[in-house]
């Protein structure tokens, strides 16, 4: 299995063994001595929720599926809502897990032998995540291993990419079989879907026509070519605004004045658009809060258009077509270019004045959104202090994985990012996907650094910095000091930026919208069971989880808190020069709104 793993791409194993392995251990081993440089690099995870979010964050920067190594149900279980961020958000990775052996009284090599063997076999261990993955699969014999693995990651690896899970039992692990080779180049994902020659002519006439154009997108920045490919059609468009309600990547350039930055699907920009067009994106809009106008034309294309794993979404269309984004942003660019017709049209005075209100606009935003910081030396730290001084502090290179909820917005006007890559923020919302994320991130830059041959979408990424930047809800919830321990164990250098706001805030938004004048509105943070005080020491858990003994980490990974502007400025230097120089790991604790 990891043999054929190696021959089809997968470099990395996140692994958390089980009784089901013993047959994995051995070739483990096996790889590891005998082939050291054609074996995947294992990666002990402490936290199954840790090693998935490693393996997302990875296919975050390169595209490609890492292997997740997982012990029967519980393990598979352990997953918790890292399969749901996998597949909400796209990212393509490959599960195995064990499955209790089938014989039980010595009949076959890998029978029984535990107590835990009669216990641990649910009636169908791939119903636990059957409705999160692309596909799920059971290896019933070593003489078709790799190419049941190849199907898999075929699946994983084609739009809309996601998890796969396969699982096989102690016995089929424990056959002997001869030596074979597959043909991976006959094992590929699909390729890319084009638009109808008819959809590119209806789409450009509708947004040469319009006079409030928008696009709304949410994931097509995770091919880095399409941010470049929506520059050229605003640029060919003037008066177009492009508008990101996923926040999962960066779709478009917050430099450019055709952006429209980060909401969450809330933003006025939709209530006077005339023409929107969709691309790849899931939730464009809150139809109770914020629809369209009810004359909008309205056009979508998507590798899923119709959201297949949204049970409910009735997000309206004039015309809907399944095409890859850069695919049909290349076509619908191409026409423009060699119609002259269409040329004309953009010609008249109208466009070059919306060109011109459209920079101005933009001006006035960026203008308004630094006038929101106070960043006098005493003054307290709240969402758009820290992301104006992350911003000043950090390289301009720097690649920020973005969990902080609450703040996620916020961050996002300060930082500004406009560098495809620099931005990678979950899809999905089970929270505490960064801990891991961010490290799968730093692993996967640091490979395509050291391997030249990789080709990847992400060639253009930023490389100095990752600086995870996450809410101290979403930290506590999914294993910190396993994150912790992976990073010092294999020395991940990371900025972890914990915002310590003391809990839980986005609850309580939520019961507002719903109840405005409700008991929450006078009601504590401990009435409303989102509290998180006392607080935990957040910098001197990671220092503590970094471990001891023979292989001693200590100083490896260094925890700071900041309270006020002045000594999150010194902060921030510090641990610029620490982990990009030195190569550690610093947790920057910012203590939110609080006074000395």
């Known amino acids: 299995m990891f043999e054929a793993l190696w021959e089809l791409g997968i470099t990395t194993c996140f692994v958390n063994v089980g009784s089901d392995h013993p047959s994995i251990i051995e070739a483990i081993i096996k790889g590891k001595r005998e082939r050291p440089d054609q074996w995947p690099r294992m990666v002990t995870c402490p936290s199954e929720m840790i090693a998935i979010s490693m393996a997302d964050g990875h296919a975050r920067v390169t595209g490609r599926p890492q292997a997740v190594i997982v012990h029967v149900d519980v393990g598979t279980q352990a997953l918790a809502h890292g399969i749901h ?8 990775v490959f599960i195995f897990a064990g499955l209790c052996p089938f014989t039980e009284s010595g009949e076959l090599l890998g029978s029984r032998t535990e107590y835990m063997h009669w216990l641990q076999e649910p009636p169908d261990q791939k119903a636990i995540v059957r ?54 180049g006959q094992w590929t994902p699909i390729g890319p879907a084009a638009l109808p020659t008819d959809a590119v002519e209806t789409i450009t006439n509708a947004l040469i026509q319009a006079e409030r154009p928008l ?21 060919r468009i003037p008066g177009l605004r492009v508008h990101d309600t996923g926040g999962s990547d960066v779709c478009f350039p917050f430099d450019h004045p055709a952006s429209q930055g980060f909401r969450l699907g809330f933003d006025d920009c939709i209530s006077d658009a005339d023409v929107i067009i969709l691309a790849n994106c899931d939730v464009p809009w809150i139809p109770s809060r914020n629809p369209p106008r009810k004359d909008s034309r309205i056009y979508h294309f998507d590798i899923d258009p119709l959201n297949q794993h949204i049970p409910v979404s009735f997000f309206p269309a004039h015309g809907r077509w399944r095409a890859d984004c850069y695919t049909a942003l290349a076509q619908i660019n191409s026409h423009l270019e060699s119609s002259a017709k269409a040329n004309r049209a953009l010609q008249e005075p109208n466009f070059v004045s919306r060109r011109k209100q459209l920079k101005q ?79 799968g991130v730093r692993m996967a830059i640091d490979e395509e650094l050291s391997s030249p041959d990789v080709v990847s979408s992400a060639s253009s990424s930023p490389k100095s910095l990752v600086c995870q930047v996450v809410g101290d809800g979403s930290y506590m919830c999914a294993s910190p000091a396993s994150a912790a321990w992976v990073a010092a164990k294999y020395r991940i250098p990371i900025l972890i930026v914990v915002l310590n706001n003391g809990g839980w805030k986005a609850p309580r938004a939520s019961t ?22 006392p607080s935990p020491h957040y910098a001197r858990l990671a220092e503590a989880a970094a471990g001891s003994g023979p292989t001693d980490n200590k100083g490896w990974i260094k925890g700071i808190r900041a309270m006020d502007v002045a000594g999150l400025r010194t902060a921030l230097d510090d641990a610029a020069e620490f982990v990009t120089q030195r190569k550690g790991a610093i947790l920057l604790e910012v203590l939110m709104n609080r006074q000395k």
């Open 85 to 92: 961020n996998a597949s909400i958000g796209r990212a393509p």
């Open 512 to 533: 507002e919208l719903v109840y405005p004048d409700g008991l929450n509105k006078n009601g504590s943070d401990d009435e409303l069971n989102i509290s998180f005080e």
């Open 215 to 235: 696009v709304i997108t949410g994931y097509s920045g995770r091919d880095r070519r399409c941010p470049n490919e929506f520059v050229k059609l605003a640029e």
């Open 361 to 439: 606009a933009h001006n006035d935003r960026i203008e308004a959104i630094a006038n929101l910081t106070d960043l006098d030396s005493k003054s307290p730290l709240h969402g758009h202090n820290v992301g104006a001084l992350l911003r000043q502090h950090l390289p301009a290179d720097t690649t920020f994985v973005v969990e902080a909820v609450t703040n996620s917005q916020i961050l996002s006007d300060q930082l500004q990012p406009s560098i495809p890559g620099s931005w990678i923020n979950c899809g999905g919302t089970g929270i505490g996907w960064s801990n891991g994320a961010a490290l």
């Open 131 to 184: 409705q999160y993955c692309r596909y799920t699969g059971e290896i019933r014999s070593g003489l078709n291993v790799k190419q049941s693995v190849a199907r898999a990651l075929q699946f994983a690896s084609s739009d809309s990419k996601g998890p796969v899970y396969m699982c096989a039992t102690r016995e089929v692990l424990a056959e002997t079989i001869q030596p074979y080779s597959l043909s991976t």
